[in-house]
């Protein structure tokens, strides 16, 4: 699997954007980019997931280059409440003949702080 | 739709004994999968069922273990417990689409050996 690197920890103010940025020189051509956030003591929720360029959901922008080596997280304009944990995470849940079944792979993430 | 549950939220127990946790996924979604998270390891994979059946295990001893029912609702088991057993017990589950990396967890169980 292909592993991941992201910076420990970043600190905002509100109502920035925050661009969290992780590299993944290994990856494979299934494997899809994939976020998520965790509060403490909660378990980590989905926020977006990209294969290649780019990506928009309500809460969020995921940026790929034509290389797929690194990607980028883009959350506009963040508040108190966006203060969390960020993973990305390569792979993919299922491949055919594979033994990936429903194995998620979590790094360190960093850890966002959003000051007032 | 309902998310993900899981009880018992918090558990003590003590060291020797055994302990199961219950997960109840999302309707319809068939894969049930299950991690440790301590503040040391981090959030690691322990295994993960589909139509009742283990596809996927990760590098935890024998005394963990797991099944799923037919209704998809699954459970883990840890006997002879650790202390180094206490922690965040989350559960995800997810449709069987192939291609895809989006799970939906479980509020956790938080597990304390004493």
């Known amino acids: 699997l292909a592993k991941t690197t992201q910076p420990i920890s970043m600190d905002s103010y509100e109502g920035q954007e925050v661009n969290i940025t992780c590299s993944h020189n290994?990856?494979?051509?299934?494997?899809?980019i994939t976020w998520y956030q965790q509060f403490p003591s909660q378990g980590p929720r989905f926020i977006i997931q990209?294969?290649?360029t780019k990506v928009t959901n309500e809460v969020a922008s995921l940026f790929i280059p034509a290389d797929r080596k690194s990607s980028t997280l883009s959350l506009p304009r963040v508040s108190l409440s966006d203060t969390a944990v960020y993973y990305c995470?390569?792979?993919?849940?299922?491949?055919?003949?594979?033994?990936?079944?429903?194995?998620?792979?979590f790094g360190q993430g960093t850890i966002l702080t959003v000051h007032p | 739709k309902a998310g993900v549950t899981q009880t018992p939220r918090y558990l003590i127990k003590t060291r020797g004994q055994q302990v199961t946790l219950s997960c109840s996924p999302i309707?319809?979604?068939?894969?049930v999968s299950w991690y440790q998270q301590t503040p040391g390891q981090g959030l690691q994979f322990l295994f993960e069922?589909?139509?009742?059946?283990?596809?996927n295990k990760g590098n935890f001893p024998g005394r963990f273990s797991g099944r799923q029912f037919s209704n998809s609702r699954s459970e883990m088991n840890v006997s002879t417990l650790e202390l180094g057993d206490s922690a965040l017990y989350l559960c995800?589950?997810?449709?069987?689409?192939?291609?895809?990396?989006?799970?939906?967890f479980g509020p956790g169980t938080r597990l304390t050996v004493t």
């Open positions: 995800a589950s997810s449709f069987p689409g192939e291609g895809s990396s989006e799970q939906y």
């Open positions: 069922y589909f139509s009742e059946t283990q596809r």
């Open positions: 309707s319809g979604h068939r894969s």
């Open positions: 990209g294969y290649k």
């Open positions: 995470l390569v792979g993919v849940l299922s491949v055919a003949g594979g033994t990936s079944y429903g194995k998620l792979t």
């Open positions: 290994n990856i494979a051509t299934n494997d899809y």
